[in-house]
C-alpha cells in the first residue's frame, strides 16, 4: 500500500506553501506534483493543520486563519494603488495584471502625494512591495527594472471584488442575460 | 481655401448664404443627404420607437373602422401611413445596430484612453437606454406583441374584404409582408447589437467592479487609516522559530549518519542457578505420573515426590489428574495431609490409569 507521506517533491512543496508561497503552473514540477496528487496533498496537510487552497484559475496555496496579517495588509495596499491607477489610465486591469512586464520606474505609487501617503502610512516602498509580492509567488523580476505577476495575481482581483460584496452588496454584476431567452425563441423559430 | 468653396459652389454643394455676403452653405439635397449619414451614426432612442408602435396602434384601430365601413380611400391613406412607419422602424432599428457597431469598436480601441469608469458608462448606457427597451419591444410574451399581431389580422382581413378591389388587396397583402419583414429584421438587428454590447459590458462591469473595489479599499484606509483595513485575504506564513536552523539540523543529521552505537552488555547465564523456581513442568509430572501407576493416593504421592513446592503449586498440579484423561475415583474416608504450616483435609484420590 503505498504510504501517505509518499507525494513526489513532498518536502520543497511543503516548505514553499509554509512560507505563504503561491504555486502555479510557472512553478514546474512542484505545480505538476499539487496538480497530479491534489487530493492526497490536501489530506495530508490538513492533517498537519493546514489547508490546500485550489484556486480556479490553477495555482495552489495555504489558506489560513489567521485574519488580514500585516504582511497581506501591505500587499493589499501596494495592489490597491496600481489597481486605481491603472483603471484611471483606460487599460483593462486584468489585462494589464496578466499580460506583460511592468517597468518599475512607472509604477505610480510614489508620483502621486495621495498614493504616497497611503504607501507611507502602510510603511512600504515600492522595492519592498514587489519583492514580497515575489517572494509570495505573486509577482517575477525581470532584471533589476521590470516585473510581471503571475497568475495567483488574480487572488488581488478577487478581494477588488470582495471589498465590493461586502461593502456593496447592491453593486454586483448584473447576471442577467440579455439574449438567452431570445436565442431560444430564435432556434424556435428556425 | 476659397478656391475649395469656388469649386463646392460650381459643382453645386454649396450656395451662397442668404443672411451674409461671404458666407456659404450646404445646398438642402446636400445638408439632407449628410443628415441622413449623421442620423445613422446616431441611436434612435427606444422611446421613438415606442412611439412608432403607439402610432400603429392608433392606426390599427382606423384601419379596422375603414375595412368594417369598406371604405376603400380611408383604407389605401391608413395602408400607407402604417407602411411609412414600418419602414421607419426598419430603417431605425437597422441604423441602431451600425451604430451601436461603431460605439462598442470605439470603446474597445479606446484611442482617446477613457478611463475604465468612463466606458463601462458609455456601454452601460448604451445597454440600458437601447437594447434592454428595445427587448421589451420584440419579446413574444409582451403585451406590445398584441398590437403588431393585431395589425397582421387587420391586413390579412383588408386582403379578404378588398379582394375585389385588386390593387387595395395587393396593397394589403404587402404591408402584412413588410410587417413579417420589420419583426425579423428588428430581431436581428436586436441579437446582432445584443452579441457586440453585452460580452463589452461583461468585460468593463468586471474591470469596473475591480475598479470600485480597489478605490473602496483605499476610501476606508483614508477614513479609518490602513491598520483598520481588514478584509478577507488569508496567507500563510509559518516561520520556524524556536527550531534548529536548516543548516544546523542538516549538520546535526551528518552527525547522526556517522555515529556508531556502542556493544551491548553480555547476559550472565549463571544467574539463572540461584534464582528458586516454584513451578512443576506438567510435561515432566505426566512422565513421573505413567512410570508410578497405579496411586493409591494421589495427593500423598504429590507431597512425596514435590515437597518442597508451595501449596499453591501443589493443588494446581492436583487438578492435573482431573483434567488430562486419568481413571481416578475418591475413597469414602477423609485423611488429612500436612505440608509446611498447612492442614489439609480430603478423601484420599486414586489414579488407575490414563485412558
Known amino acids: 500500500m503505498k504510504s501517505p507521506f509518499d507525494l513526489p517533491n513532498l518536502a520543497v512543496v511543503f516548505d514553499e506553501l509554509r512560507k505563504g508561497r503561491h504555486?502555479?503552473?510557472?512553478?514546474?514540477?512542484?505545480?505538476?506534483?499539487?496538480?497530479?496528487?491534489?487530493?492526497?496533498?490536501?489530506?495530508?496537510?490538513?492533517?498537519?493543520?493546514?489547508?490546500?487552497?485550489?484556486?480556479?484559475?490553477?495555482?495552489?496555496?495555504?489558506?489560513?486563519?489567521?485574519?488580514?496579517?500585516?504582511?497581506?495588509?501591505?500587499?493589499?495596499?501596494?495592489?490597491?494603488?496600481?489597481?486605481?491607477?491603472?483603471?484611471?489610465?483606460?487599460?483593462?486591469?486584468?489585462?494589464?495584471?496578466?499580460?506583460?512586464?511592468?517597468?518599475?520606474?512607472?509604477?505610480?505609487?510614489?508620483?502621486?502625494?495621495?498614493?504616497?501617503?497611503?504607501?507611507?502610512?502602510?510603511?512600504?516602498?515600492?522595492e519592498k512591495s514587489i519583492n514580497t509580492l515575489t517572494r509570495h509567488g505573486f509577482a517575477e523580476y525581470s532584471g533589476g527594472s521590470k516585473f510581471r505577476f503571475r497568475s495567483p495575481v488574480y487572488r488581488f482581483i478577487d478581494l477588488c471584488l470582495t471589498v465590493i460584496r461586502e461593502n456593496d452588496p447592491g453593486d454586483e454584476v448584473d447576471d442577467t442575460e440579455l439574449l438567452s431567452a431570445l436565442g431560444q425563441e430564435e432556434s424556435m423559430d428556425d | 481655401m476659397e478656391y475649395a468653396a469656388g469649386q463646392l459652389v460650381s459643382l453645386g454643394f454649396l450656395e451662397e448664404a442668404p443672411y451674409a455676403t461671404a458666407s456659404k452653405e450646404l445646398v438642402p439635397a446636400v445638408r439632407k443627404f449628410l443628415d441622413f449619414l449623421l442620423r445613422k451614426q446616431q441611436l434612435t432612442p427606444v422611446a421613438v420607437i415606442r412611439s412608432y408602435l403607439e402610432s400603429l396602434e392608433q392606426m390599427s384601430q382606423d384601419l379596422d373602422g375603414a375595412i368594417e365601413r369598406k371604405e376603400t380611400g380611408n383604407a389605401l391613406r391608413i395602408l400607407d401611413e402604417c407602411n411609412d412607419i414600418i419602414e421607419r422602424m426598419r430603417s431605425d432599428s437597422a441604423d441602431n445596430l451600425e451604430a451601436i457597431t461603431i460605439q462598442t469598436l470605439a470603446i474597445k480601441s479606446?484611442?482617446?484612453?477613457?478611463?475604465?469608469?468612463?466606458?463601462?458608462?458609455?456601454?452601460?448606457?448604451?445597454?440600458?437606454?437601447?437594447?434592454?427597451?428595445?427587448?421589451?419591444?420584440?419579446?413574444?410574451?409582451?403585451?406590445?406583441q398584441n398590437s403588431i399581431d393585431q395589425l397582421h389580422r387587420l391586413f390579412k382581413e383588408g386582403q379578404r374584404t378588398f379582394l375585389a378591389h385588386g390593387l387595395l388587396a395587393e396593397e394589403f397583402s404587402r404591408s402584412s409582408v413588410r410587417l413579417l419583414r420589420l419583426r425579423k429584421s428588428v430581431r436581428f438587428d436586436f441579437i446582432e447589437s445584443g452579441r457586440e454590447v453585452e460580452p463589452l459590458y461583461r468585460t468593463l462591469k468586471r474591470e469596473s467592479q475591480i475598479l470600485k473595489g480597489a478605490s473602496r479599499?483605499?476610501?476606508?484606509?483614508?477614513?479609518?487609516?490602513?491598520?483598520?483595513?481588514?478584509?478577507?485575504?488569508?496567507?500563510?506564513?509559518?516561520?520556524?522559530?524556536?527550531?534548529?536552523?536548516?543548516?544546523?539540523?542538516?549538520?546535526?543529521?551528518?552527525?547522526?549518519?556517522?555515529?556508531?552505537?556502542?556493544p551491548p552488555g553480555v547476559i550472565q547465564d549463571s544467574i539463572s542457578d540461584d534464582i528458586p523456581v516454584d513451578f512443576i513442568d506438567p510435561d515432566q509430572l505426566r512422565q513421573k505420573i505413567m512410570d508410578a501407576l497405579p496411586l493409591e493416593d494421589w495427593f500423598a504421592w504429590l507431597l512425596k515426590n514435590y515437597g518442597d513446592a508451595s501449596l499453591e503449586v501443589l493443588l494446581h498440579a492436583y487438578v492435573h489428574v482431573l483434567d488430562n484423561g486419568y481413571e481416578v475415583s475418591f475413597k469414602d474416608e477423609p485423611k488429612k495431609y500436612s505440608h509446611l504450616n498447612y492442614t489439609i483435609k480430603s478423601c484420599p484420590l486414586t489414579v488407575e490409569r490414563q485412558t
Open chain 2, 217 to 262: 479599499a483605499l476610501e476606508i484606509i483614508d477614513h479609518k487609516g490602513v491598520k483598520n483595513l481588514d478584509l478577507d485575504f488569508p496567507i500563510t506564513f509559518m516561520r520556524m522559530e524556536g527550531m534548529l536552523s536548516d543548516d544546523l539540523l542538516e549538520g546535526y543529521f551528518h552527525k547522526l549518519a556517522g555515529y556508531t552505537p556502542a
Open chain 1, 23 to 126: 504555486i502555479c503552473v510557472e512553478d514546474g514540477d512542484l505545480y505538476r506534483s499539487l496538480l497530479l496528487e491534489y487530493e492526497s496533498f490536501r489530506e495530508l496537510f490538513h492533517y498537519l493543520g493546514f489547508a490546500l487552497e485550489r484556486h480556479p484559475r490553477d495555482f495552489f496555496y495555504f489558506s489560513s486563519d489567521l485574519g488580514f496579517t500585516p504582511v497581506a495588509r501591505r500587499m493589499a495596499v501596494f495592489m490597491f494603488i496600481l489597481i486605481e491607477h491603472l483603471a484611471n489610465e483606460g487599460r483593462s486591469v486584468e489585462e494589464a495584471l496578466t499580460s506583460g512586464y511592468i517597468a518599475i520606474d512607472t509604477l505610480p505609487h510614489e508620483t502621486s502625494k495621495r498614493f504616497r501617503r497611503y504607501m507611507d502610512e502602510a510603511g512600504i516602498t515600492v
Open chain 2, 110 to 144: 479606446n484611442l482617446e484612453k477613457k478611463s475604465v469608469r468612463e466606458r463601462y458608462m458609455i456601454i452601460n448606457r448604451i445597454r440600458e437606454r437601447y437594447l434592454v427597451p428595445l427587448r421589451e419591444i420584440i419579446d413574444i410574451k409582451m403585451p406590445i
